[in-house]
């Protein structure tokens, strides 16, 4: 009885709130994605591939200037890896190297970096080599001080060999080592899968006194006819598609899209929102409104013929129009023919047009002016596309005025 109980406590809906309850706090669609979109977001995690002579170890990577003209030699340790609170850190430093000549704490961040500083030159050598060891078996591997007149060039590597760790390493490391003087390189893994996808990172100091060659986009691997590509922050203008210099993606020759038909021309080498052969598109005829004064004084004097008073052409006008107007707008695409004749169709086809087909003003002065050849071609159009004269009403006169018709019924 009570696991059947408890299974139905589980099962049951929760009650809806009521009175001063606080209602709760359901998150909105920007939180939900933008909790999604961080965690898609990862940044790839570094492995160094700087060889080291310890298991566990830790680089400081640590690249500033240290010490002063008249202070002695120092180590930087970079402590940010660590638990333990800063008085813990120092107490440690300075049980392991007792003959210290102090330490400067530097701020860089959220790092929390230590600078030791050393007179004996065999303890020196051996803090440089072994570091500071934990009793977790971790290790922290201090970093040497650079020069004042380093130059840090920082690169984002791509199109890496896809080979074993090893040779990775001495690769990079020989194909780096003629810019400059390789502090630190290593690959990136995705921080999903933890896969290499032959990306990698490296700190190059390229001060005229450590490289024999200027520092280039695309770098041979050695003893080998691959390559891979090296950017940094003030590289020269390089392109991300060819990846030859003097132009960037958008304006690549090479570049998939310039192959890609215009949607308006069909041509290559442009988009339709930019396509230079577009045509201007001819607006179709429309009958101005009229004013309400004009409509009511009309009404007045044509009150005579109530049944063409209520009939309403301008559904018919503009469909009628449309097709006048796209005749018109084809006709002037069209090359002129020499053979052609420029006879102007004859006054009984124009008024039988006319008197047939409902259209504005404009449209029947356009008609009077078209020459045989495209007459008959716009005639033929309208037979077979255009809107009639209903047939219970007596289409208008050639004028296309009702006044007029008013007279000849008078007549």
Request: contains cysteine; hydrophobic residues 30%; positive net charge.
């Amino acid at each position: 009885m009570n696991k059947h109980m408890s299974s139905q406590n589980l099962t049951k809906l929760p009650d809806k709130e009521s009175g001063t309850q606080n209602s709760q706090h359901r998150p909105s669609y920007a939180n939900v994605t933008s909790t999604h979109s961080s965690a898609r977001t990862h940044s790839p995690l570094r492995d160094s591939l700087k060889p080291t002579a310890h298991d566990n170890a830790v680089h400081s990577n640590v690249w500033k200037a240290g010490g002063s003209p008249a202070s002695c030699s120092s180590l930087f340790f970079d402590f940010t890896s660590r638990t333990e609170n800063r008085a813990t850190l120092l107490c440690h430093l300075n049980t392991s190297f007792p003959n210290n000549c102090g330490v400067r704490l530097h701020s860089d961040h959220s790092r929390r970096i230590v600078e030791l500083f050393i007179d004996d030159s065999n303890v020196y050598q051996k803090a440089r080599t072994s570091g500071l060891a934990f009793k977790d078996g971790m290790r922290i591997l201090p970093s040497v001080p650079l020069p004042a007149d380093s130059c840090l060039v920082h690169l984002r590597l791509s199109n890496l060999p896809f080979t074993s760790r090893d040779k990775l390493t001495d690769g990079i490391c020989k194909a780096l080592s003629s810019f400059g003087d390789v502090l630190d390189y290593g690959i990136l893994r995705d921080h999903d899968s933890n896969l290499f996808m032959g990306h990698g990172y490296a700190t190059l100091n390229v001060s005229d006194a450590k490289q024999s060659s200027s520092l280039s986009h695309k770098i041979s691997w050695p003893n080998s006819e691959d390559w891979f590509y090296a950017t940094w922050a003030e590289m020269p203008l390089h392109c991300l598609h060819c990846h030859k210099s003097g132009h960037s993606l958008s304006s690549c020759p090479t570049h998939p899209s310039r192959y890609r038909p215009c949607w308006s021309c069909g041509q290559n080498g442009h988009r339709a929102a930019k396509c230079p052969n577009r045509q201007t598109i001819v607006k179709p005829i429309n009958v101005p409104p009229m004013s309400p004064s004009s409509s009511i004084s009309t009404a007045a004097s044509q009150s005579s013929d109530v049944s063409m008073l209520s009939t309403d052409y301008s559904p018919l006008e503009a469909h009628n129009d449309m097709i006048i107007s796209n005749h018109i707008t084809e006709s002037s695409n069209e090359k002129p023919s020499a053979k052609s004749s420029k006879a102007p169709a004859s006054p009984e086809s124009i008024d039988r047009m006319v008197t047939s087909f409902p259209m504005s003003d404009e449209a029947k002065e356009i008609i009077r002016s078209l020459r045989s050849p495209s007459f008959t071609t716009l005639y033929f159009k309208l037979q077979t596309k255009g809107k009639r004269f209903p047939p219970s009403t007596d289409p208008p006169n050639s004028s296309g005025s009702v006044s007029s018709m008013r007279l000849n019924d008078s007549d």
